[in-house]
């Protein structure tokens, strides 16, 4: 692993004006030294931000969520607002990674997290999002575990996180701190899509700092359900998750949040799917018909078509039991621990 | 069977290094680490703790399963320089005054462990999740958070056979608690 | 000849019994060494660069900015190495290795992650920050055969890997009901948890070579590794202590360990080389892809009267490996007419190597699933089926079984399971939203066993002390060694010392094929016996504790020796004749029985699947297995094998596949997280009965092996029990989401 400077970060605005070139922060830092050492990032300073005071999660007047940026992955998932007002997230959350990745892992990084694509991680393979113009070894490749929805000729890669498939069911703001001040953006348009710049990931400047996600107010009266289906049972990637949300009026949608991961480029919310509900009995042929709407545009490669009838069951089954409010213990068991 | 060949490690010689202060095992420390040294090679290369193992060097196995404040982390994703301050568990801590652990006591016990390679990172999961109420108690709710330590050798049932063991005996004493948690 | 010293080994008192393991204190504490983490004075890190292609040429290799990073001290590579010679790479002369190229033998580039460089620095960071920065440039050639799965070549005939009885192509001919299916297995990792390593350390200016290896043949490395560096056996020695499993990819050496040695002499300072996982998944061995094809013919009451196995399995450019698939086949059931025949075909790839159960269990798949095939086609129970074609002796050689009970196995494991609440109509048992499926198949592997030497020591201080050059790669066979001592000596198993896994010992097997237990026990057990001699002789001599007693009339007890009346302790005995210890060697070998019995295990798994067909996912949730294996020497690490194989087998039918890019052959999920193998979450409820049949036949321990048997079957009870619940026969390993979505 090549070598860099490290320093630590000691106030936000130190770490925001750090704007040397290939800086990289470190927080949980699952992500960055997994690429670090396989050669894929190469920062040549690493600004730990750990000591930052970024951990407080904290309900606004208006009834929102402020998560600082540093609030860990289990920390997030077992905390009381989030358990009694985003169930959604907690289980999103807990169904990814390793109990001990999750200790580690922090709001922001998991927001930055890399994707999963074999030849973005094998510095051998060609691969435009890390070597801009150099190919796609995946679209003709072993792209089993790639996008269906949000792909381009340049790059299909999947965004691999589950916490950012609840958070897209639920909206949100992040917060952004740079040299020249704070920012905020919508968190549906901060992740990129790949077009014909998959290197550029995000919404995200040089030197910039994620300090805090802020969650829209919650649904009331809202049933959930976070699906992740994968080949084992635990401590795998989606191969198709979806986040839902659903305010019944009797059998009548009322209000619905849909979002898909492991199939799309970006943390995949469903907005047509969701207008379609509104409305409609809660059964299922409203959401086989949601389904096809999120999945209309879906396109396959030689090994991911099994993606587009994948997603298709996890959307109708996460509909369904966030209609009921009630889950499987089989379920449950699996995707949120 | 204790093996001898165990001996003196090397502090390397690298071009920068930087000095780390923190509490390993119960004891506080003070080392000259390259910045980019992660700890666990820090464990295993520099202080010959081998006990803590490596079998992915990403993320993907649970083997390098420490205590980081009380915390199960992965020591292969963690800069050891990240640990200034933090208190370090490893399996050679586990053991009090010659005196194993009740999670050890109850592996040996339950033939938790074949190869013993997977065994120290199951150890120190099994411990930090004994110490965690936020974490069900059933078979279900263990065998998911045990989850991020793979065992290839497949004494799956046995491992959690001890941790639920360990769970009854309440001489699992919670004053055990590492680390600021 | 007095028999006193004899155990009964009707009625053992520490063999068969519950025994925690000896070195377990040395596992749960983080001492016990395992090669990786091993130190010695001045030693150096190498870490190897590997090929990014799979097929071409080495044009150059860039080693300035790689050389120019700080603490490297020197990078080899083909045109900086040693000259060395390959090993006659023999099973019978004790030296086979597992790849007999050499490290940078030539230029060419046979499979991805071929090593073409071995960086050597100061610090582990050092090493493989300077290997990162090795730039090889390749001429990268079209045409490289990237899977047995992905072309129809048929490979080359291998004559002696077949066998053939009666007629069966006429048999299956005129068969009343006929099975004619195809089975693929992909290629599966090991993925023990302990990478491979060496530590290599040249003594005596160079004469002397020292080599830590993670391996399960101290001695077949060390005369490999004789033969690669031309020097004298005895001045070579190789240890293993402790390893982190190996499930057959560490029977026989690798390149990298000559690569690491090579290093240590040229630099003259010692060299430790721990592979990375991803050149362990790429050069370290698996488990080759397979095709079979099964015929069976059977009459209308189900004995079948044809079995028609061809198997094809891969191997690489460098090596032939053969992994015969058919090898259980003529002996699995009472049929008249049967043949098995292997090829292999030669892929881009690492070369594969003996993988747990090597071969058969890719047979048993494809046969066990087929003879599902046959009893749903007949409408029959496929457990009848299989007690109705039960060969009472074995069909093969004609002998007699030594102990065969695997009709007990089935009913028992049958009756635990619960098979009778099946409903055979497809899909016809649900719960909520998922459909339960249950399948079963019978297991086998062969019992075999070695020539194998030990040494017992009786110690004034009151301790033994049993040295045996085998090793333990978790299987338990320090305690086993502890428990036969304790057995013939009376003595506590606390006061024993074994010692294993080293070349200066008396010479033991290697640990696999599940041969170590029948091989061990009987060696050590005649080492203990000699020492027991020697320890009368002394008691019986002028001044001892028994002078003058007939040596015959002295028995063990309790770690003294008795005449029936008075037991004097063996440090006593000892103490009193001024000596500090007493040496018994031992040796022992098969024998006449091998010509006179047919040596098998058998056994059965019983199989219940949850699939939630809406949502795609298939879950193992429950396996009960019945297992003869003689006697289980210490019966928790010997239930703790089958339920491991269990356990593999979950992995091999539901998820693990080594993913070759079709253009190139490249390996691309090597890597724990890519390769998925079962997690905690994965275990299945598991049941394991060992049944208690000793087999003196086979050795005096009464045991047969018990590390493959559980991973056999498996697979096929799984794909049965997804048929029962779908309807749909899955042929092909792993049965992915893909397929399961494919079927409904
Ligand atoms: C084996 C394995 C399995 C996993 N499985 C899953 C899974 O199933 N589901 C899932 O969702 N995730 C999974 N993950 C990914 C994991 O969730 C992420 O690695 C983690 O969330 C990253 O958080 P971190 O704090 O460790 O980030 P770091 O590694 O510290 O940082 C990641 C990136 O974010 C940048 N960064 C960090 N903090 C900030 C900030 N405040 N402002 C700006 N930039 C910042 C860093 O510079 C870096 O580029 C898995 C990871 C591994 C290794
Ligand atoms: S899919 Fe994207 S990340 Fe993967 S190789 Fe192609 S460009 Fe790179
Ligand atoms: S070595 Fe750290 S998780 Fe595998
Ligand atoms: S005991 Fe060998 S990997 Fe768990």
């Known amino acids: 692993m090549r070598t860099f400077a490290y320093s630590r970060a000691d106030s936000v605005d130190h770490a925001a004006h750090r704007t040397m070139p290939d800086t990289a922060f470190v927080a949980g830092g699952t992500t960055l030294l997994d690429l670090i050492k396989l050669d894929v990032l190469k920062p040549e300073n690493v600004v730990d931000i750990n000591a930052l005071p970024l951990k407080r999660v904290e309900r606004l007047n208006d009834g929102r969520l402020k998560i600082g940026a540093l609030v860990t992955n289990t920390d997030l998932a077992h905390h009381p607002e989030v358990k009694s007002h985003y169930p959604v997230l907690s289980e999103a959350l807990l169904a990814g990674a390793s109990t001990q990745l999750r200790n580690m892992a922090t709001t922001a990084g998991n927001v930055m997290q890399r994707t999963r694509c074999p030849y973005y991680r094998d510095p051998a393979a060609k691969c435009n999002r890390r070597e801009p113009g150099s190919g796609c070894d995946a679209m003709d490749g072993i792209n089993r575990m790639h996008a269906v929805l949000g792909g381009s000729d340049a790059c299909i890669a999947v965004h691999p996180s589950d916490m950012c498939v609840g958070i897209a069911a639920i909206g949100a703001t992040l917060t952004l701190q740079g040299p020249d001040g704070e920012r905020e953006v919508d968190f549906a348009d901060f992740h990129r899509l790949p077009g014909d710049t998959p290197h550029i990931e995000h919404d995200l400047a040089d030197g910039e700092l994620i300090t805090a996600i802020t969650l829209d107010a919650p649904l009331e009266n809202a049933g959930s359900h976070y699906l992740k289906l994968r080949d084992r049972a635990s401590y795998e990637f989606a191969l198709a998750s979806c986040a839902a949300q659903l305010v019944l009026d009797g059998d009548t949608i009322r209000e619905a949040r849909l979002a898909l991961g492991g199939v799309a480029t970006k943390p995949w919310r469903c907005s047509d799917a969701e207008a379609a509900l509104v409305g409609q009995t809660a059964d299922k042929t409203s959401f086989e018909r949601a389904a096809d709407i999120a999945l209309k545009d879906a396109q396959a490669r030689e090994h991911n078509g099994y993606k587009i009838p994948l997603a298709r069951q996890a959307i109708v089954r996460a509909l369904r039991n966030a209609a009921r409010g009630d889950k499987p213990a089989s379920e449950t068991q699996e995707s949120q621990a | 069977m204790d093996d001898s060949v165990h001996s003196r490690p090397r502090v390397p010689e690298t071009l920068g290094t930087q000095t780390l202060n923190f509490t390993l095992n119960g004891e506080p420390r003070t080392l000259e680490v390259a910045p980019n040294a992660v700890l666990l090679d820090v464990l295993r290369e520099q202080l010959g703790l081998g006990g803590t193992k490596k079998g992915c060097d990403h993320g993907q196995c649970g083997a390098c399963t420490v205590h980081v404040d009380g915390q199960a982390m992965n020591s292969c994703l963690r800069l050891a320089v990240m640990c200034e301050g933090q208190q370090v568990t490893t399996v050679e801590g586990l053991a009090r005054d010659g005196e194993l652990h009740p999670v050890q006591q109850n592996f040996l016990e339950c033939d938790a462990y074949q190869c013993g390679y997977c065994t120290p990172g199951q150890m120190m999961s099994a411990t930090a999740l004994l110490n965690d109420e936020r974490i069900g108690t059933d078979d279900a709710s263990v065998k998911e958070a045990m989850s991020g330590n793979i065992c290839r050798c497949g004494a799956y049932k046995n491992i959690v056979e001890a941790i639920q063991r360990s769970r009854a005996q309440l001489g699992y004493d919670a004053t055990r608690k590492e680390g600021a948690a | ?744």
């Open chain 3, 1 to 744: 000849m007095n028999d006193m010293t004899r155990p009964d080994f009707d009625k053992p008192r520490v063999v068969g019994q519950r025994t925690p393991r000896i070195d377990g204190e040395f596992k749960l504490t983080g001492r016990a060494g395992y090669t990786g983490e091993l130190h010695v004075d001045g030693m150096l890190y190498g870490y190897p660069v590997p090929a990014t292609i799979a097929n071409g040429v080495l044009e150059s290799l860039d080693l300035d900015a790689a050389r120019a990073m700080p603490g490297v001290v020197d990078i080899f590579h083909h045109g900086h190495f040693e000259a060395l010679h390959r090993s006659p790479n023999s099973m019978a002369h004790g030296d086979m290795v597992n790849e007999v190229r050499l490290p940078f033998e030539d230029e060419r580039i046979y499979y991805h992650g071929q090593y073409v460089a071995l960086v050597v620095a100061e610090t582990f960071e050092q090493a493989r920050a300077a290997a990162q920065r090795v730039v090889a440039r390749y001429r990268e050639e079209r045409g490289a055969v990237v899977s047995l799965l992905q072309t129809e070549a048929e490979g080359t005939l291998q004559e002696s890997a077949g066998s053939t009885r009666g007629d069966p192509e006429a048999a299956f001919g005129g068969a009343e009901v006929k099975v004619d299916s195809t089975y693929h297995i992909a290629a599966e990792s090991h993925l023990q948890m302990e990478m491979h390593a060496t530590l290599a350390e040249w003594r005596d200016a160079g004469k002397r070579l020292v080599v830590h290896e993670s391996t399960q043949g101290v001695f077949f490395q060390r005369n490999a590794m004789a033969r690669v560096f031309g020097l004298a056996q005895e001045n070579l020695e190789v240890i293993s202590h402790y390893i982190g499993s190996g499930f057959g990819n560490k029977l026989f050496m690798w390149p990298h360990s000559v690569a690491t040695a090579v290093a240590a002499r040229m630099i003259g300072r010692p060299v430790k080389v721990v592979l990375p996982r991803q050149q362990d998944m790429t050069s370290g061995g698996n488990r080759p892809a397979s095709r079979q094809r099964i015929r069976l013919g059977a009459d209308r009451s189900g004995k079948l009267t044809s079995v028609i196995h061809d198997s094809t399995t891969e191997t690489s450019l460098v090596h032939q490996y053969v992994d015969t698939c058919g090898s259980a086949t003529p002996s699995f059931y009472a049929c008249d007419n049967v043949s098995t025949s292997q090829r292999v075909l030669e892929v881009n790839h690492g070369t594969p190597c003996p993988m747990r159960a090597p071969g058969e269990v890719s047979g048993i798949f494809a046969l066990e699933t087929a003879m599902d095939e046959l009893a749903v086609a007949l409408e029959m129970d496929p457990v009848e089926l299989r007690l109705k074609n039960n060969a009472e002796q074995d069909p093969a050689s004609g002998l007699p079984w030594s102990s065969k009970h695997l009709d007990e196995c089935l009913t028992s494991a049958a009756k635990r399971f619960g098979w009778e609440q099946r409903n055979p109509a497809i899909g016809s048992m649900r719960d909520g939203d998922e459909i339960i499926g249950y399948g079963m198949a019978s297991c086998t592997w062969s019992a075999g066993r070695q020539p194998c030497e030990a040494r017992v020591e009786l110690r004034a201080d009151g301790s033994l002390f049993a040295a045996c050059g085998t090793q333990d790669i978790g299987t338990g066979t320090y305690t086993i060694v502890a428990q036969a001592v304790a057995e013939l000596t009376g003595a506590e198993l606390s006061r024993i010392e074994v010692k294993l896994g080293e070349t200066s010992l008396p010479a033991g097997p290697l640990s696999g094929g599940s041969m170590a237990t029948a091989t061990v026990l009987p060696a050590v057990a005649a080492a203990a016996r000699d020492a027991l001699d020697a320890i009368k002789e002394v008691a019986v001599g002028s001044g001892g504790a028994f002078e003058g007693s007939d040596p015959d009339s002295l028995a063990a007890q309790a770690g003294g020796l008795t005449d029936g009346e008075r037991r004097v302790s063996f440090e006593e005995i000892l103490e009193t004749s001024k000596l500090s210890s007493v040496n018994g060697q031992g040796s022992a070998a098969p024998g006449d029985e091998r010509s006179e019995y047919a040596f098998r295990s058998f056994g059965a798994h019983f199989v219940e699947v949850r699939i939630d067909p809406e949502i795609s996912r298939v879950r193992v949730t429950r396996v009960v297995s019945s297992i003869d294996i003689g006697r289980a020497i210490n019966p928790p690490t010997a239930r703790n094998q089958v339920e491991g194989g269990i356990v593999m087998g979950v992995g091999m039918g539901l998820l693990e596949k080594l993913d070759y890019d079709p253009r190139d052959a490249r390996l691309i999920n090597a890597n724990v997280a890519d390769y998925i193998v079962p997690t905690h979450a994965d275990a299945p409820e598991i049941d394991v009965e060992l049944l208690d049949y000793p087999d003196f036949k086979h050795n005096e321990f009464g045991g047969r092996g018990v590390g493959e048997i559980g991973l056999t079957g498996v697979a096929s009870a799984i794909a049965n029990a997804i048929y029962h619940a779908t309807g749909k026969r899955h042929r092909d390993l792993p049965i992915t989401i893909e397929a399961l979505l494919a079927s409904s």
